[in-house]
Every structure is written in structure tokens, then in C-alpha cells.
């Protein structure tokens, strides 16, 4: 039988397929199987979990489009008419001979059931739950016609919305809306495979509660098709509990390399998160030469000009550098680029870097050498590296974060809702943790030194399992306070705090 499971949060890694795979899935589920029975399947999946998540729905709207996503909105309005609802369809394709043979069937069979099926939208009635079947795996352009009013009449009402497979408008493999139109769903049931773009850009927002069903295929159809990416698991594995007899050089240094004049506080959040996330000693050497220590946090040893240093802090930490760092850090770049065995590049470091294409050869050159970078940059800092507009980094988050990884030689993680973690060679990983209370200035400096501290910890690994860690563990600190009540923002320094007490 099909099974339908809540997504987030993640017990386990999962496979992000795209489109063209999911279709394969598909294909592949549908050989083994009598006719129709995968669609037949998907809509008593979404009639069970209409049921499930909206009780006391008596009235429930079907929007039905004019391909298989339509045909799975048909089948769940024929289930929900049988369970006693009152059904209204609008079919938003006045040409029945146009539509797919599935979808052709599931419209014959509704019909026969009584399920009330209505061609303009003025004639439906008011509705206690709104199941959006108008597109999915087959949106390809920006909604227009019958399908954009259908978009905006969802939107418009009070009744949650439950998305079939993808909210409408919204490009299932990247994340990015079609268009300007897409669905506001408080649930989404995604079928079959999952899809990256679920996770990360606008996708998260659109699709409120993510469930999946399996349609009760075999898991091994799944595991045929090479996925685009995986979903992190929101979850760490417990740490090797810290041995008796270790000490503080056990742990391994971090030095952190930013705050320029007015922006001490960055290089101090970066800092603070390195000590919290268990490195053994921090060095704070600030870009500002009048800037002192960090009076709130003794334990930080503040280091001048580490750069100038032939041979020291540079040479043996783990090097966090850019938080706060202007303009003035494109000067102390050609050491840290050429020195610091481990690197976390972000902020003014990435822009410093986007503009000088001698940096730019140094940082790309780093891994050849046997150095490791891990760079850290929001949509617009990969925009400015990338040279192109910010919008086209989100309208293809994955491809974006990959190019990166690849020009640089280097583990990159593409920052936003559904962080992107990308290296050479590597699958890429979607975070699956985090929520907007991380939208408020320092939280980017807090991620990259707690990367740094991880990583101290672990310095004959290259950068990728601290990314993961960190990125993971900064957005589970989010969505704890989130459950816990707060209304946000979660400020940087609380956020290095609820850190440590996050799993
Ligand atoms: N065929 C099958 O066996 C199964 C199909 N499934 C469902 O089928 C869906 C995929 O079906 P399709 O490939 O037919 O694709 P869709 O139903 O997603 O959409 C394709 C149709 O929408 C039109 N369209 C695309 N973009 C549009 C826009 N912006 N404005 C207006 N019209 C637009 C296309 O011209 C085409 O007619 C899946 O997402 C899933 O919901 C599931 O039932 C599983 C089984
Ligand atoms: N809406 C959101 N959902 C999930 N994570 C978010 C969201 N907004 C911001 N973040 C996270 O917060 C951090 C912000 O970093 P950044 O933009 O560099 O800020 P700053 O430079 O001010 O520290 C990133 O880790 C980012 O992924
Ligand atoms: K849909």
C-alpha cells in the first residue's frame, strides 16, 4: 500500500531527484503496474491526507489543471466525494480531448462518481479547504490564462490550501517560481520521488508542510535514478564524547581575521561561535589596529597582524577571515590565501576576491597545494564571484553553488533558505533546517566561525563534513527557538548561545 510520511524533519539523508529522474520513477513504477493505477493511487493519498489535515473540511475545492497533476486532483475529488464532502472541481481546461490519457480516465471516472465538476470559476462555491492539482512536474513557463486566475483565486481565500506534488507556479527541480504567480500551500504532498526544488529558494515558503507519499513502489525504482542532490539529515550523529586526558590543544586553533574599523562586532560574533563550537584556543586578530579585545568573552586572545607573521597563527589554525572585513581585507589576502592550511572565506573576503582576479587565481590554486577552502557566500556575494545578477544565482540555487565549488577548487555553501553545500565530486546537499529568524545581520559571521571551530577539531578532513555540521546545527538552533516560542529575530549572539544547546 502507499505510505504518506511527514518530510522535516529529516531522520536520514534523502534523495532529491529532478525532473527528468522523477519522470523516469515514473515510467519505471507505472511498467509494473495495471494501467492507471499510479494516478488512482495518488489521489486516494491526497484524499486521505485531505482528510487527515483538514478534518472538519466539509467543503473542499478542487483546482484541476490541464495535465496528470490535474488527473491526481480528479481521483482525490472522486475519494472525497465518496467520504461524504461536498466537492467542487473547477477544471481549468475547457478541452477534455486535450488532456493526457491518465488524466483522461480520472476525469471519466469523477464524472461517473457525481463528483460536481464546474468550467469557470464564478459558479464555485465558498470552500473550508482548497486541493490545488493545477500543475506539476510539467510546469514549464510562467502561469497564464485559467491557470494563473486559479493561482490568484487560491491565494485569495481563507481555506488552507493543500498542493499536489508542487505548489503551482513553482519550478519543481530549482526552486524558483515560474512566474509572479505561484501557491501559497499550507500543505504539499509531493509523490513518488522528491524534488530539490522543494527545499530551497522559494520552496520551503510555498509549500508550508511537506508530506510524501511512496505510491507504494518498490524503493529500489528510487534508487536506480541518479539524484541532483540529497537532503541534509536535520539531525547529527552523536560526537565521540571528549576523552579524559585531552586537552586544549586537542581541539585545535582558530584564528579569525576581520572586523575592520566600525564592524568589530562580526569578526567577534565569528569568534565567539568558533570557541562555542569547541575549538581549543580562538585568536581574534581585528583589521581595525585601534580595535581591543572582546571584553564579553575573555577567553578570546586577541592577536595583531597574524598576517605579518612569516611564520605562526596563520601557518597551524584554522583560519576564519572577512567577517567585517571592508575593504582593508583585500590587503591581508595574498598571506591568509597563501598560508593558511584551512580557510573559511566569507563576506568582504568573497567580494574582495570577486574583484581581483590575481586572488582569485590564489584561492582557486589553494587546493592543488594541499590547502582547503570552504567559502561561505550569500546569493549576492556568489552573484559578484559569479559575475551575474543575484537573481539568476536563485533561480537555480544547486547550479549555482556547484559552478562555485568548481572554479574555485573548493567546498561552497550557497547561503538562504535551504542552504546549498557543494564540492568537486561531491553530491550536492540541501540543509534541511532553518527558518527566517536567522534573517538579521551577524547570523552569516556565527556560521562561519563555528564552521572554523568544527573544523579545528577535525583538521585532516577537508571542510565538507564541518559545512555540513555547522550549516545543519545553525538552522536547528533556529527552528528550536521557533518551536519554543520566539517571534524573532534570533539575534547573533543568542544564536551562538541557543547553538550550543542545540543537537
Ligand atoms: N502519469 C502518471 O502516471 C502519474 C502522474 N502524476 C502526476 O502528474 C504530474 C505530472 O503531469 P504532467 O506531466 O501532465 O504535467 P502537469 O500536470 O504538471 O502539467 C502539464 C500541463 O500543464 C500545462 N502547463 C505547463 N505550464 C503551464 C503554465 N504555466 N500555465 C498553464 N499551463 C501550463 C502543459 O502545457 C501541460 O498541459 C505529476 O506532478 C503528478 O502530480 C502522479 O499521478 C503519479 C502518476
Ligand atoms: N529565511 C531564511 N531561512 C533560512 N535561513 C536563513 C534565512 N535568512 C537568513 N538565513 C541564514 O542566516 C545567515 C545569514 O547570513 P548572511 O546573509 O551572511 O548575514 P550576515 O552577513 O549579516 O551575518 C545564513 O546562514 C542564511 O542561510
Ligand atoms: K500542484
Sequence with gaps: MTRTTPVLPAATPLPLHGIAAARRIETAAAAGLPPHTLMQRAG????RLALAVAPHAQRVTVLAGPGNNGGDGLEAALHLTRAGRQVAVWLTTGDIQALPPDAAQSYHRAREAGVRLHTTPDTLPAADLVIDALLGLGASRAPAGAVAQAIALANAQQ???????????LHAETGARLGDLAVQAAHTLSLLALKPGLFTAEGRGLCGRLWHDDLGIAAELLAAEAPLARLGASTALPLAPRGHAQHKGSFGDVAVVGGAPGMAGAARLAARAALAAGAGRVYLSPLDPASGNDDGRPELMHRPQIWLQPQGLLDRSTVVCGCGGGSVVAEVLPPVLAQAPRLVLDADALNAVATDARLQQALAGRARRGQHSVLTPHPLEAARLLR??????????????????????????LKGSGSVIAAPGRLPVINPTGNALLATAGTGDVLAGWLGGTWAQVPQQDGWPAALEAVRRHGAAADQALLQGLQGPLRAAELVEAMLHTL
Design 44 to 47: 486516494l493519498a491526497v484524499a
Design 159 to 169: 481555506a488552507p490550501v493543500l498542493a499536489v506534488d508542487v505548489p503551482s507556479g
Design 388 to 413: 551575474c545578477p543575484t537573481a539568476q544565482v536563485q533561480a537555480d540555487r544547486l547550479n549555482a553553488a556547484l559552478q562555485l565549488a568548481a572554479r574555485f577548487d573548493a567546498v561552497v555553501v
